[in-house]
């Protein structure tokens, strides 16, 4: 147990580091306000929670909103930890450390798995968290379910890290060997995520016949088995929360069962899957000795290009931030949620320049590859500062691979939403322009953050490009923008959409030679001055 | 060729890692900077390469300063790091180009010089391979090859010993020689002290931040009849 303490004490360190390295002494408090950004999202999850809450509460059943919100919080959490367990098993730098002490096997997987835990629980506390703590507390305060609910939550992470371990641990060894490993992780892992959601999308279409639905209506907790059946644990969550012994005796049982299972193959998925994928490197080989000259900066983007595209982690993040929402949009549109025909109803053709334009604007707005430039380079960045290339192109090529990336996204997914929703011309060449300033702007802009905080000694990829607070630091600029935008949207009310967004390109260009002065004139000393 | 005046550095935690460092080298020279560990050698040759900014002082490459003319300074030497971390999921032989475009080096020239030190150095086969399948030593080898391939008036290594094999240890020694008849100067940090006494025309001591000596080799050794080992370890002893 003193191994696996102290194990895990390291991970955890670990993880926090990325959120409070380089606040030293002297902006003391700024880092500890810094610290508590995340908090803030708590405001627009409770939003959430309470309209979920009051149109449970109109129908009677308001212990459904924790029903619901456990479900949706568990698939979010078998998401995004599927990525993560991959950066902490496979592309850890403290592995190779690791496997040489005489720990066990399960004592390791554990331990790795404690961080894991620990985002999870950060995830959970936001969707089941306030939900719990709204049903305990809205009407008259309920302590007991109260207590149970949070109990409940500090256990929530298990059942979906455990099952994204046993799925993605033995499909790691099976598709990570052979050449083009790294490829095949992200193709084999892109697809295993689609696969759950299409599952997930799929499990709620399920069709009850009508007298069916009618009978299981009429019980008790008609609506809270139908709500349930994708996943029974959350009526037995539910249950718990309500008082009953028996379904939380079931409830902490699973999650006791689980823990066993992942503990009893732990020591074969270890060796199997880890050992092995460690083991053979993915080198390629062959090719000819040449010798060519190209330019300098073409050099330069290719190189931070590689650096994404050669670690499936990186890899993974920047198409998953830039394709997810385009990817739950069409899987939506697939399993019929929302009518095709809704889309090329003319109510909408207002509206069109808007949703146009928030679709291709999604990378600038969703990434911020700039933000984590520098950090993902990590114990390299030391190779171009050498190099007879001033800091102004250093920085410059920087943005620059931002820019290709982002708008390439775009473009992509301009053509996608060109064939489902019917735009114009005009819209088109609005969007696009809106879309363009807008990722000129985030670009340059979110490259301070990373100056500001540079995080180079990283021990796996997810908390250079995921798991640290520039990623937050990110969002929260985008948060801010956003609001400010909201309200002088508000204050021209009325006017036609297309100026409205050309009137925001307009201020975005502004914001960009801003930042460009920010980025190039006060920033460029402090870039000079990153020590490794 | 190089000239650091009056240098210091702070680190971030207040550490005081170099403090007022005063070292002239001239074209043609090997200088051996010798040390302890934790003395400031990977410091000072990180402020000399542009790596971290300094804290105050001035450092001239060939009359070009480090900080109001980096470009051009850096346009005058290149550099091995005591480490060979670099990205290492491109081929060998990518590396090398890279190195290449940002030294402006014509094709011929790199055709040539990239033959000559990676057969010598037994990697040139290895080229067309992921870096990242290269060895420890393999990996050091590569980033000198890269570092000699623009053919630096000052060719700056870090611990250039530490990881390499006695028969590469043999050739980089002869490149080193090699370079300075040629004209070149070459300044190369160490704490093996064979080495430097073989191979140095002067030495530079450094001890927690500050310069103890300067001198040829048989200089420092001149009125003491101990080994150079023996005055090195009095020099920097703790009181
Ligand atoms: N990035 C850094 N931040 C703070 N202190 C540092 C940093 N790098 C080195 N130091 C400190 O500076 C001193 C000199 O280190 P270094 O130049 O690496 O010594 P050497 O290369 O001679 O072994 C050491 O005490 C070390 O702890
Ligand atoms: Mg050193």
Known sequence: MNKFLSLTKIQVIDFFSKYTQQLNVKNKYLGILVMFLPILLIFPATQMVLEIYNSFLAMGFPELTVTYMYIANTILMVVVSIPFIISVFFYSKDLRLIATLPVKEDTIVFSKLASVYIYLLAISSFFLGTAVVIYGTIGELNLSSLIVGIIALIISPLIPMIIATIIILPFMSVIGSGKRRNLMVVVGNMLLLGAIIVLQMLSSKIQLQPEELNNILLQEDGLLMVVGRRFPPSIWLTKMIQGSIVNGVLFIGLNVVLVLILKTFAKTVYSKALMKFNQEGDSIRGGKIYYKSRNKGLQMIKRHINIIISNPVFLMNTVLTIFMPILMFIIILFTGEIQGELLKSTVLFPYHVYIFSAIITTPAIIGSLSATVITREGKTFWETKVLPISARDNIKYRIYTTLIIKLVASLILGIMTIFIIPVNLQTVLVATVFCITSTLFFSSIDIVINIERPLLNWSNPTAAVKNNLNILLALLLRLVVGVIGYGLYKLIDGWEASVVMLVFSGLFIILYFISIYIVYGMYEEKFIDIAP | ?239
Not at chain 2, 54 to 59: A, F, Q, R
Not at chain 2, 167 to 180: F, P, Q, T
């Open chain 2, 1 to 239: 060729m190089l000239i650091l005046k009056n240098v210091s550095k702070i680190y971030g935690n207040n550490k005081k890692a170099v403090d007022q460092l005063t070292l002239q080298i001239e074209k043609g020279e090997i200088i051996g900077f010798i040390g302890p560990n934790g003395a400031g050698k990977t410091t000072t040759i990180r402020m000399i390469t542009g790596i971290i900014a300094l804290t105050e002082g001035i450092i001239e490459i060939n009359g070009k300063n480090i900080t109001k003319e980096p470009v051009e300074a850096k346009k005058n030497f290149t550099f091995v790091p005591d480490h060979p971390t670099i990205f290492d999921a491109i081929k060998g032989i990518d590396y090398l180009n890279f190195i290449g475009d940002m030294h402006e080096v014509t094709i011929q020239h790199r055709k040539d010089r990239i033959e000559k030190y990676t057969k010598a150095f037994q990697i040139y086969d290895s080229l067309t391979q992921t870096i990242n399948s290269y060895s420890h030593g393999m990996k050091q080898k590569l980033l000198i090859s890269g570092a000699l391939l623009p053919d630096p008036n000052l060719f700056i290594l870090d611990e250039p010993m530490v990881g390499l094999d006695p028969h590469s240890a043999k050739i980089l020694k002869d490149i080193m020689r090699e370079h300075c008849e040629k004209g070149g100067t070459v300044f190369f940090s160490s704490h093996v002290l064979e080495v430097v006494e073989n191979l140095c025309d002067r030495v530079a001591i450094i001890h927690r931040g500050k310069l103890i000596a300067c001198d040829t080799p048989k200089n420092i050794k001149k009125n003491s009849s101990a080994t150079l080992e023996e005055i090195f370890l009095e020099m920097t002893k703790d009181e």
